[in-house]
């Protein structure tokens, strides 16, 4: 199983980066997908999520109208496009997978999704 994450770097505040996930060893399009965060000192923190049909999406109110989280289920692979960055942005950045199959439901609990990804760092310099 493995969560391959990608796409992070040093980018000047107001910037963009894209960053993508793609699952390989485990199923993909029939369970709902999130992006976590983790800054230096804080605990790990819920960004986003994406539902496996993919028709719904949810957001920290932090991020929304900066950050958009997209699927390609053919390619098994997350995507989560980051613009306006801020300072304050700056984290580690993993992908995971909803435990949960084919699920209705959504969760910013990291503890209910069970396979992620090893981070990619992102640094926003102001």
């Known amino acids: 199983v493995q969560l391959q994450a990608s796409g992070g770097g040093l980018v000047q505040a107001g910037g963009s980066l894209r960053l993508s996930c793609t699952v390989s060893?485990?199923?993909?399009?029939?369970?709902?997908m999130g992006w976590f965060r983790q800054a230096p000192g804080k605990e790990r923190e819920f960004v986003a999520t994406?539902?496996?049909?993919?028709?719904?999406?949810y957001y920290i109110d932090s991020v929304k109208g900066r950050f958009t989280i997209s699927r390609d289920n053919g390619k098994s692979t997350v995507y989560l496009q980051m613009n306006s960055l801020k300072s304050e942005d700056t984290a580690v950045y993993y992908c995971?997978?909803?435990?949960?199959?084919?699920?209705?439901?959504?969760?910013?609990?990291?503890?209910?999704?069970?396979?992620w990804g090893q981070g990619t760092l992102v640094t926003v310099s102001s």
């Open positions: 995971a997978r909803d435990s949960q199959y084919l699920s209705s439901y959504w969760s910013k609990n990291p503890q209910e999704y069970d396979y």
């Open positions: 060893g485990v199923t993909f399009n029939k369970y709902n």
């Open positions: 994406i539902s496996w049909r993919p028709d719904f999406t």
